[in-house]
């Protein structure tokens, strides 16, 4: 795992902190500091004019702007089911909770006035509320009802309780049938949005809004894609594997 800080001159003009890290742009968003065809202003003028204090901002922009990525050896088939399904719920559930609803009121506000110019985006906006809807029915489910079973079947296996078998009875759906249902419905959804826009490939001449569209859909897609790794590649089959066990 490493980090990678922005450094953020005086002089640095808004809309070149949104292109170097698109992860800014909720902090300008909550300075209602314009970014995009507005944001050709140095930043210590736009604190100067609007009575915002540079440092403060300056420190929220470089938090924001923070990249961790974890190192290409780990090895998440070794950690246990316990911290497994904590990593998932405290990375990437957590990311979609804070992020999608951002995210779809940045599409919301660009789509609406860009009907015209980019109408393929109207399509994209309308299956990223389905896929909102989907994911957050998906969180719930898994927080509620997916995880707590896996984590008991996978602690009565390993303490070899004598009730264990019963264990599996109490699942409403087989799991392997929630499984395929998941990964068909989410991945299909995201590769529909791929194909409209272009596997995120930004357009001639296209304005901020536009790069911070793709890059949030393009965030949306690299997070699923490794969430739904974890899970259909790793937790699942191990899950269905103990239940294997636990029926025999």
């Not at 953020?8 to 170097?20: F, G, T």
């Not at 599409?107 to 006035?113: L, Q, S």
């Not at 509320?129 to 989907?134: I, K, M, T």
Request: proline fraction near 4%; charge should be negative; aromatic fraction near 8%.
């Amino acid at each position: 795992m490493f980090l990678s800080q922005m450094i953020i001159a005086p002089n640095e003009l808004v809309s070149n902190i949104v292109k170097q890290n698109h992860h800014t742009a909720d902090v300008f968003r909550k300075y209602s500091i314009e970014y995009c065809c507005g944001g050709n202003r140095p930043l210590e003028t736009v604190c100067i004019t609007m009575g915002i204090e540079f440092e403060k901002l300056k420190k929220e922009l470089e938090e924001a702007g923070r990249q961790v990525q974890l190192s290409p050896f780990t090895e998440f088939s070794s950690w246990n089911t316990d911290f497994l399904i904590s990593y998932i719920i405290h990375v990437h559930h957590l990311f979609l909770k804070k992020t999608l609803p951002g995210t779809a009121a940045i599409i919301k506000d660009f789509t609406e006035g860009h009907k015209k110019q980019y109408p393929e985006l109207q399509e994209a906006a309308i299956l990223f509320q389905q896929l909102q809807h989907e994911v957050t029915l998906h969180l719930t489910y898994e927080e509620e009802t997916i995880f707590p079973y896996i984590l008991q079947i996978a602690h009565a296996h390993d303490n070899k309780d004598s009730y264990a078998k019963l264990l599996v009875k109490t699942l409403r759906k087989p799991l392997h049938v929630i499984i395929k249902h998941e990964e068909e419905m989410l991945s299909a959804l995201i590769l529909k949005i791929r194909l409209l826009t272009n596997n995120y490939i930004l357009p001639p001449n296209a304005c901020v809004n536009h790069l911070l569209v793709l890059c949030r859909l393009k965030d949306l897609d690299n997070d699923l894609m490794q969430h739904i790794y974890l899970e259909n590649d790793i937790l699942f089959p191990r899950a269905l594997r103990i239940e294997s066990a636990l029926l025999k």
